[in-house]
């Protein structure tokens, strides 16, 4: 005769843990949104494994798209190249317009040893002259960057003598000289350097 007392009581404390699990959520402020799961080009198409779901207490005025959105992302083009975490807004997606006024996208060719070896796209970087042109510069002035605040597009995988082709944006007037230099080095910028560009 006890059981149904048992029951009622089950289905009152479910309940009550649903409910403090929705007013927790909804007085921290924490709300699920689309984060890039694994890096995206450019131009690319956003595919159900390119994002994942996070959850941030952000302000709505960024705009992030909500998980229940996720029709508004997956199978729409990348209008710009997003790393892995990125947080995803409404403005990232739709036809590309890549590359930016006044900037280019470049290939370089890069020997082991003349990149950071986890670089990866959406990383910021400093385009230098290789240390064998560098070396002779040095003789008459200090080196100068070739390009700086660079933005890694993508990174290729290296070749049978560990050449990888890495395809940067740049400032368009600074791509002629990395285009044409003999060999390049590329160093990381920190994100406190980026601050001060």
């Known amino acids: 005769m006890r059981i149904p007392y048992a029951v009622t009581s089950v289905a009152l404390v479910v309940t009550g843990a649903v409910l403090f699990t929705v007013a927790a959520w909804q007085i921290s402020g924490r709300a ?28 709505s005025d960024l705009g992030l798209v909500p998980s229940i959105n996720e029709a508004e992302v997956v199978g729409h083009v990348a ?71 660079a933005v890694v597009t993508s990174v290729g995988s290296a070749d049978s003598v560990g050449t990888t082709v890495v395809t940067l944006l740049v400032d368009a007037q600074a791509a002629p000289k990395v285009t044409q230099a003999p060999s390049l080095s590329v160093v990381e910028v920190s994100p406190n350097e980026v601050g001060q560009l």
Do not use: E
């Open 32 to 59: 699920p949104v689309l984060a890039v799961a694994q890096p995206i080009a450019a131009g690319q198409v956003v595919t159900q494994d390119d994002v994942k779901i996070v959850k941030v207490g952000a302000a």
């Open 79 to 149: 209008a710009v190249p997003l790393a892995a975490g990125t947080l995803l807004t409404a403005h990232m997606v739709g036809t590309a317009d890549f590359p930016p006024p006044g900037q280019a996208v470049i290939g370089v060719a890069l020997k082991a040893g003349a990149f950071p070896p986890r670089l990866g796209v959406g990383d910021r970087v400093n385009v230098w002259p290789g240390p064998d042109v560098a070396a002779v510069a040095s003789a008459s002035s200090a080196p100068v960057a070739l390009a700086s605040n």
